[in-house]
């Protein structure tokens, strides 16, 4: 399935410092994924979120980052769809989604026979700047919302595990309806009404 690294492969060329900051804050989603050669290959990158940064980037960062985009690729790529794992629960599938105040991202994961994490797929979106004044907790919802979207047609209608740091996420099925705005209810409904749901944990460390 193409679309699974279709997010990483078009993200367009990097020409200011909130386009570096995006595609950073990305990373650190991504990161603990991808071995321990990672940190080196992006290392030329990371001076373009310094401020007064001289932009277009240098050709050595500009192959960093196509370097980069070729171990997500890799992790992706490699790992297969255990269906009937998830639909037991023996091995759900996963969703972790986050903000870093430009853009969102999000995995879907499951892990290996041997209990290790893996990417299935991932979806990044840049925020608009409305959104960047959203609470943290705001814009994961939003996020995780974004990102089922993609994920729901590549992976059907099985149900998911939500990873959420915010425990407002995991409280919104609880609370009363005057206590949650509509906007969030209806977010929330959209995201449960197949049978998944939200966790909290202590952002992804809980898979490490």
């Not at 960062?61 to 196509?66: I, N, T």
């Not at 814009?139 to 992976?155: K, N, S, V, Y």
């Not at 059907?156 to 740091?165: H, K, P, Q, Y």
């Amino acid at each position: 399935m193409p679309e699974r690294v279709d997010c990483v492969k078009r993200w367009p060329e990097i020409t200011s410092q909130k386009q570096a900051q995006e595609w950073c804050g990305y990373l650190d989603l991504v990161c603990r994924f991808l071995g321990p050669v990672f940190a080196a290959t992006a290392h030329p990158m990371r001076k373009y979120l310094k401020d007064g940064a001289e932009f277009p980037m240098s050709p050595r960062a500009k192959a960093a980052k196509e370097k980069v985009v070729d171990l997500i690729c890799q992790a992706i790529e490699l790992r297969v769809s255990d269906w009937d794992a998830a639909q037991s629960g023996e091995r759900p599938f996963l969703q972790i989604a986050d903000g870093c105040g430009y853009t969102i991202g999000a995995m879907h994961v499951q892990a290996d026979e041997e209990g290790h994490p893996g990417i299935l797929s991932n979806h990044c979106r840049g925020l608009t700047l409305a959104q960047m004044l959203w609470p943290a907790w705001e814009i994961e919802l939003w996020g995780h919302l974004d990102a089922r979207r993609e994920f729901r047609p590549q992976f059907g209608g099985i149900g998911v595990i939500f990873l959420t740091d915010h425990q407002n996420n995991v409280r919104l099925k609880d609370l009363p309806g005057e206590r949650v705005g509509a906007k969030h209810m209806r977010w929330h409904l959209e995201l449960t009404h197949d049978g998944s749901a939200f966790r909290g944990m202590s952002g992804v460390s809980a898979l490490n």
